[in-house]
């Protein structure tokens, strides 16, 4: 564990959901030091997170229900935070939504959904908070894409969900290249399949075990896979990377 060197909050949206990478995000980044504001659709669900944060590591923590699609709210919950919290050290782009929905069945309305939360929440969030983290000359911006964006679907998420998690690629290298002169850093975690409430439900054994099969290290992902790479990406001693994309595959997708 390293902790940040002065007091510093992390960002993190979509913790809410109690079996999510993002609040095992928060537990980790928690641990490292990091005070937390959790931001989330659900009010209830980002005050259980933060209650989890405060009891299990003694950190400050603020839940914050917030549309990240939406500007005025996404302005309001980090003022909120700004207000209440150490200064902004981290953001982890966590919240999205995905969608199996086959490419010719695609609707506009559903193209535009999956862009708006994925790609439009990660620009309103890091686009409010980047600029406090180049004055202080010091930032840790984690976008959350996917293995899907990497090899072209495959796993639960169809056409769109890809194409908008692969957005999240190109937006995290350009922005690396502008911010990094600043001391921010902005890379991707890509994971595969991870045992979350996404997932959980929707596979038989059967499809569970052949997916498993094709997997090297033979099983499924667990949420403290990838936010341990996270947490380690949003120390003070990895400002020497980014720009890069973290694989958490197990894999899956060797490239």
């Known amino acids: 564990m390293t902790t940040p060197h002065t007091p510093r909050t992390a960002v993190i949206t979509g913790a809410g959901s109690p079996r999510g990478i993002g609040r095992a995000t928060a537990h980790a980044l928690a641990a490292d030091g990091y005070h937390i504001a959790v931001v989330d659709l659900d009010k209830e669900a980002a005050e259980d997170t933060a209650r989890h944060l405060a009891a299990s590591h003694g950190v400050e923590t603020l839940a914050l229900a917030a549309d990240v699609t939406d500007a005025a709210a996404v302005d309001a919950a980090i003022a909120q935070?700004?207000?209440?919290?150490?200064?902004?050290?981290?953001?982890?782009?966590?919240?999205?939504?995905?969608?199996?929905?086959?490419?010719?069945?695609?609707?506009?309305?559903?193209?535009?959904?999956?862009?708006?939360?994925?790609?439009?929440?990660?620009?309103?969030?890091?686009?409010?908070?980047?600029?406090?983290?180049?004055?202080?000359?010091?930032?840790?911006?984690?976008?959350?894409?996917?293995?899907?964006?990497?090899?072209?679907?495959g796993v639960f998420g169809g056409?769109?969900?890809?194409?908008?998690?692969?957005?999240?690629?190109?937006?995290?290298?350009?922005?690396?290249?502008?911010?990094?002169?600043?001391g921010v850093t902005a890379n991707c975690v890509a994971p595969g399949l991870i045992d979350t409430d996404i997932t959980r439900g929707k596979l038989d054994q059967d499809r569970k075990d052949a997916m498993t099969a094709d997997i090297p290290m033979r099983r499924i992902g667990d949420v403290s896979d990838v936010a341990d790479v996270i947490a380690f990406l949003a120390r003070p001693g990895s400002g020497y990377i980014t720009g890069a994309t973290y694989d958490v595959n197990g894999g899956s997708h060797i490239h």
Request: hydrophobic share 50%.
């Open 81 to 153: 935070a700004e207000a209440a919290l150490p200064p902004i050290g981290a953001l982890v782009n966590n919240a999205g939504i995905t969608s199996p929905v086959p490419f010719l069945d695609v609707t506009p309305g559903d193209w535009d959904r999956i862009f708006d939360v994925n790609v439009r929440g990660s620009f309103l969030v890091t686009h409010r908070v980047a600029a406090g983290m180049a004055e202080r000359g010091f930032g840790r911006i984690v976008f959350l894409s996917s293995v899907s964006a990497e090899r072209g679907g």
């Open 159 to 182: 056409v769109a969900y890809s194409a908008a998690k692969a957005a999240l690629l190109g937006f995290a290298r350009a922005l690396a290249r502008e911010l990094g002169p600043s």
